[in-house]
């Protein structure tokens, strides 16, 4: 099986876990947009369902295929959120961001009382840090903030490539109207101490560890779907 069939049948077990009436956080990426596309067939066969998508174009795709849409301020209360993630650690832990939709996703899962992680079993990892972790920052002070997230990352034992994401020769725009910065620390051993340092830095809008948000990963492989618990 391909890498995108193995996103579908990811996003066709999360499909599953959704009943009428809920209120759905929606994700981001292109697993996320497999799960849209087999809601969309859901909705447009009568189930009832409100999404809070995490950013605009899951927003715009949801519109083109019929999905009702909601807002956290119209409702600030998800049943569940399904989206999916670069990473997946055995406990859970989860790098997400690559997609540029991070503060929107975790903002989302932090409002859902559950949070199913939806992907292909390459994302499933040992330890962290494979996958350069996104760190969404201030257009102001850069370099400063730069150099703040390189001491956070020391103090927690870590350092490498701190590089600002571009796109077309432009540093990459968050919905929100923020910058990345793409640090690649190698693996990360004790997520909580980088998150809780990054966190201090005044420029770190917020990063791309999410931790203790998922309850459950729904991991699609060449051997069939398997489920990971917290
Ligand atoms: C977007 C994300 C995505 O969930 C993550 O990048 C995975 O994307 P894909 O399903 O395309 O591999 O965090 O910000």
Aim: hydrophobic content about 50%; charged content about 20%.
């Amino acid at each position: 099986m391909d890498a995108r069939a193995l996103k579908i049948e990811a996003a066709r077990a999360a499909l599953g876990h959704v009943a009428d009436g809920m209120r759905l956080g929606i994700g981001t990426g292109s697993t996320a947009e497999e799960f849209v596309r087999l809601l969309a067939e859901k909705v447009a066969a009568g189930m009832n369902i409100v999404g809070v998508p995490t950013s605009e174009r899951t927003a715009a795709l949801c519109r083109e295929l019929g999905v009702p849409l909601s807002t956290l301020d119209e409702t600030p209360g998800l049943d569940l959120t399904i989206d999916g993630a670069d990473e997946v650690d055995g406990q859970l832990a989860l790098i997400k961001g690559g997609g540029g939709a991070l503060l929107r996703e975790k903002i989302v899962a932090a409002a859902s009382a559950r949070m199913i992680v939806i992907a292909d079993e390459s994302k499933l990892v040992d330890v962290l840090g494979r996958f350069p972790l996104p760190i969404e920052v201030n257009r102001f002070g850069l370099r400063a903030t730069r150099l703040a997230i390189a001491r956070a990352a020391d103090a927690a034992g870590l350092s490498g490539p701190l590089t600002l994401r571009m796109t077309n020769g432009e540093p990459f725009v968050t919905d929100g109207g923020h910058f990345i910065i793409d640090a690649s620390f190698g693996r990360i051993p004790d997520p909580r101490a980088l998150s809780n340092g990054l966190h201090a830095v005044p420029g770190v809008v917020e990063h791309g560890l999410f931790l203790g948000l998922a309850d459950a990963a729904i991991i699609a492989g060449a051997d069939g779907i398997r489920t990971v618990h917290a």
